[in-house]
Structures are given as C-alpha cells and as structure tokens.
C-alpha cells in the first residue's frame, strides 16, 4: 500500500433531523458518476450525524443551574451554553478562561463536550446547539449498515471531530466513531528493518484517518461533510469501535 | 480543494549519515517516472532525518548517572537510554512504569525526547539510539532549499514523528518540522455556512498532513519514510515553523 487518494462527496445537501445521510452519499456519488469501492473507507463529520439524529438542543429551552452561572463567568460563555455541556459531561477536568475541558459522556476528553453552535441552523425564532452523538459507534455501524444494504459495499465508517491537544495548538480531526475497521494498529511483536521489536509501537490509524479527511473537510465543514478514502488498506486485525482508543482514567496521567 | 492524493516516493535505500535525502528523493521519483510539482507537499520521516545529519549516540559511549539509574528503576529501560534521553530534555513531566514523558529540547511534549533505537542500523559492536534533529524547521527549510535547487520546485516540507496523546491510545504522526507552509490555520474571523462565527477555530493542519502520511509509511516506516501529498491546497496564509504548534508552558493546564 503505498499511495492513497481523499476526495469529497459532491453536493452534498444541509443535513435535517431525519435525513439518511447514506442515502445522500450514495445518490451524489451516482450524481457525480462515481459509486462506493471495495475496501473504501468513508468519514463522516460529527455535526451532519449529529444532525440527522436529531441531537439538538433548544438555547431558549435551557435553564442554566448554579453550577453552569458560576463557570461562565470563568470561562465567558452563555450560562445557557455551560449547562448543555455539563448535561453531556462525565466530568469537568479544566476550566480557565475561554477553556472548559470535559469527559464527554462517551468518555471523550474535549472542549465543551464537543457541543457546537456552528453550522447548526436556527429557527429564526431561538438557536440550537447540536450534542454529540449518543453513541457515535453505533451511528457508525448503522451507517455502515445502511450503505452496504443501498450498494452492496460494506465500507469502513469513521465520524470524526475536531479535538484541541493537550501539549499543541490547533484542533485535529479524530475518530469518535468507527465501524468496520481496527482503530489501533499494535504493532508489538513487529520487528523493524533491523530487527529490533517494535515494543510500544501502537498506531492509533483511526484518528490519522480522520485527520487525513478533515484536511479536505475544512473546520467549517463547508459543505464537505463526507470524504470518500481509497486506496489505504487496514492492518489485518479486527474491526473494533472508536471507543477503544480512549485511555482509561486509571492508566491517564495527565488529568 | 475536494480532492488530494498520496503516494510514496519508491525505493528509498536506507539513509546514511552525511546522505543528501534531497538528491535521493529526486533520483527516486525521476527513476519511478515521476516528479514534484508546483504545490506538492513532502512529508518526511523524522528517523531519516536524524539519521542524514549523524544525530545518532553509540549506547556503549553513554555514562549514566544517578538520575538516570534511579529513573531506570522506575520506568524499566536501560540507564544508558535514560541518560541519553534526559541529555535532550528540558524537563520531565510524568515517569511511570514504561513511560518517560518529557519536554524534548526543541520543546516538544513527547515520550522518551523522541529518541528511539527502532531502525538504527547497529555497527556490529554497538548500538546507535537517534535523537531528533537539532532544529527540525531548519531540517525542512534546508531539505526544501535543496529540492528548490535539484528540481526548481520548492515543494512545502514536512518533518514528522509519531507521538502518543494525553487521552488517548496511541500514536499518530505529528509535524516536528515544517516549511513553506502555516501549520495552523487560524479560522478566526471566518464564519460558517449559518454565518456564526468560528471564535474557537484553529486546525493544525501540519499535523494533519503529517498524521495522513503516516498511513502510509507505516510506523516502522517499511521502506517508505518520504510521502508526497498532492492536491492539497493550504490557507493563504504566512509560512511558519512547526515550533508555532507548541503550546506555551503558561497557556499549558496539563503538565
């Protein structure tokens, strides 16, 4: 495997609670005259999945708590905000101004729970912002589901974020779904050219994957929610779910 | 940009010290039929790097000393590969069993200071461990000042390594040297399709390019430590160096 090509489902649509986003894939791939491959591996922004599954929240709904007032003035965002975070929120790890740092209630360690108001569109009367999948595996795995069923091709789904670093600046994208894959390739028991055993060598391919896609999605996603990845072919292990890439709290020393 | 590709610069022999990388890629890609075009971006392994500038320690040379021992015991490596590790650090940020995190000399948050003795090719009496290049942003600028000389092409360079996360399993590729193009795209000021703002937007789109040639080298990098990626179009923004990505120690809540 040595070369590898991304590119972009066309024309693809806003997505609205209830859309089935692989249909959308698989009609504008045909529109364009293109058409899902074995071993193709698509990724899919977190927002439009979020969307089709109806994970918005109502801003004007939102009753901010003690809690959620006294960390805005921290952090300076709307109480409102604040508190649809800490509802999808395991934990609070970090708070400073203008960072709030949460286990996500997948388990994900990211800023504001992943919760965004970007690309979410309002209803001219109030804004919404939109959650992150209840359980971005299984989204994945339905997609991947629904797709083989259109087509025939059982892709790899992965449905990435954009998530800030502990050490780095600037957000990269990540796997916070996965079906039909191995995230990590382990590589222990591999030998390198010179023999030497490759003894702490995990490569955590779902997140390069979600990175690779996230630099044709654009952050803004503008209207590249979908990234069609061919030519890569994953370590032979099993496919496993995105959660397994998160560190256990126990083994995190950096909480 | 809807659309990029990747491949491997082919049949790149195993670097020497003192070896020009530049001339080699060159020779390879015009052996293969091919060659770099306006636009394209090199990312390039950082053990080949290290290797070509003879960054290399003889472990049989290395004297440990009292805090390398003791920190020996802890994490459970060699004293000499601690010695040669604390030797490149500014300072050590979390040690427990099988894992020694550091800030590397150039700054970078990484396990070990990068140093690694996975692909160094042992003389027959001794073994080698490399460290990071001295200056991996002077690396790039250089290696991308001499394709501009082989080929009239000044391609965008990219050093990568591969390094663990605080929160997540496994490795992905990282920029640790970066020239001729922004690693981070600041996307503040720029709004999305729904017109709000993208206040907290900043891609680090080195590291993503560099994570996306990882795929493709394999982390042993299998013989193939120079990826080209073509078709991607940066932000239009100023060049800078990959120590822009560090986040300073101030700004820094997980040390």
Redesign the interface.
């Known amino acids: ?8 489902v ?1 024309d693809l649509p ?1 997505v609205q609670p209830g859309d089935d986003i692989a249909a959308l894939i698989v009609d504008k791939l045909a529109a364009a005259g293109a058409a899902l491959q074995a071993g193709d591996i698509l990724v899919i922004a977190q927002k439009i999945v979020s969307k089709a599954e109806g994970r918005l929240v109502r801003l004007a709904d939102v009753q901010p708590g003690e809690q959620a007032r006294s960390l805005a003035d921290v952090v300076g965002k709307e109480p409102a905000v604040i508190q649809v975070v800490l509802d999808d929120s395991n934990e609070i790890l ?1 708070v ?1 101004r ?2 709030l ?1 949460v286990e996500q209630r997948s388990g994900w ?1 990211c ?1 504001n729970a992943g919760v965004d ?6 209803d001219g009367e109030s804004e919404y912002l939109a959650l992150l999948p209840a359980d971005a595996d299984a989204s994945a795995a339905a997609l991947r589901a629904r797709l083989a069923e259109l087509t025939g091709v059982a892709p790899a789904v992965i449905i990435n974020d ?1 998530h800030g ?10 796997a916070i779904g996965c079906a039909g894959l191995p ?3 382990n ?1 222990r028991g ?5 023999g ?1 055993e ?1 003894v ?6 779902a ?3 979600a ?2 896609a ?3 999605m654009g ?6 929610p979908v990234i069609v990845i061919r030519g ?1 072919a994953p370590p032979d292990l099993p496919p496993a779910p995105a959660r ?4 256990p709290a126990a083994m ?4």
């Open positions: 495997m040595n070369a590898m090509q991304l590119f972009a066309p806003a970090r400073r203008g960072l740092v360690v800023a108001r970007s690309n979410v569109q309002a954009s670093r502990a050490w780095r600046i600037g957000t990269v994208g990540v995230p990590i390739w590589q591999l030998h390198d050219l010179f030497y490759l702490s060598s995990e490569e955590c391919i997140d390069e994957l990175a690779a996230s630099l044709i952050q803004s996603n503008e209207g590249r890569y397994t890439i998160q560190r995190d020393t950096f909480r």
